[in-house]
C-alpha cells in the first residue's frame, strides 16, 4: 500500500526527494517511509500503518532524535554553521538556522502577532557562535511521529533544515503540551536526559535545561499562527512549566 503526497511545485517535490536521501545516508537511526515513485506533482511513499506520537512515546522520540542528531553530526554537519546553508547532493541545499527564523519571526510582528518586544527577546539564541554543534531540524510534532510496533517512523521533511542540537525535541515537547495540556516539569528534564545521552556518547555537550527553554521560547513565538488549528489548543504561556520547577 502507499501514501501519495502531491506538490504544489516541482521545486519543493525535488527538495523532498533530497531531504529523505539525506536522513537516509546520514541520519540512520532515523525510521522513514520509503519512497516508492517520484512523479512529476506527487510522491508515492510506502504507507505507514501507525497513530500520531503521544505524551508517553517522547521517550523513544528524544532518544531516536539523539541517536539521530549524533549521527549526522559525526557523518555530515560536523562541517556545518548554523548561519550559512549546507550543500546536499545534487545543488541542493539544507536551509541555514537564522535567516528563515528572522524572516519568520518579523511576518509574525508585523501581522501583529507578537510584539517587537518578543521578537528582542528570542535574539539571543540567534546570536549564534560559529562553533555551537550543528543538527538538523524537521519539525518533530506529535503529528510528524508515527507510532509503529518497529518504534517511531517520522514523516513529513519537506522543511528540513540546520539548527542547535535540542531545537527539534524542544518542538516536539512544546506541541505535545499545546496539544494535550500541561505535562509535569519533570518530564521536561527527564526526556532531555535521554536526547543527551547519545549525544555524550558521541564526544558532543548536552543540551543544557537553560538552552532547551530558549528553544521552546522560539518555537512558542514560531507556532502562534497555528494556535487552534492542527490539534494546538493550549497555548505555549498556559502549559509551559515553571522556572524553578526544570530541576
Known sequence: MIFSKPYATREALEQTVAHHAWLKEHAGPLRLPSIVTVHWDHI???LVEGRHALVADAPAVATD????HAAAWKSDLHRAILT????LAGGRKLSDFVAPRIAALRRHRDAGLISAQQVSDVQSPLAINR???VAFYKDTNPRNVLITAEG???????SLTLAPFGYDLAKLLVTLAMTYGPLPP???TTYLARYNEPLMVAGL????????RAHAEMHHLLTLPYLGKGGYRYPWPGVRPLLEDLK
Do not use: K, R, S, Y
Open 44 to 46: 508515492d511513499f510506502v
Open 65 to 68: 532524535l539523539g541517536c539521530a
Open 84 to 87: 550559512a546553508a549546507h550543500p
Open 131 to 133: 562553533a555551537t554543534p
Open 152 to 158: 517511531p517512523v517520522m514523516v513529513d521533511f519537506d
Open 186 to 188: 519533570e518530564i521536561f
Open 205 to 212: 555537550p548536552p543540551v543544557l535545561i537553560d538552552q532547551f
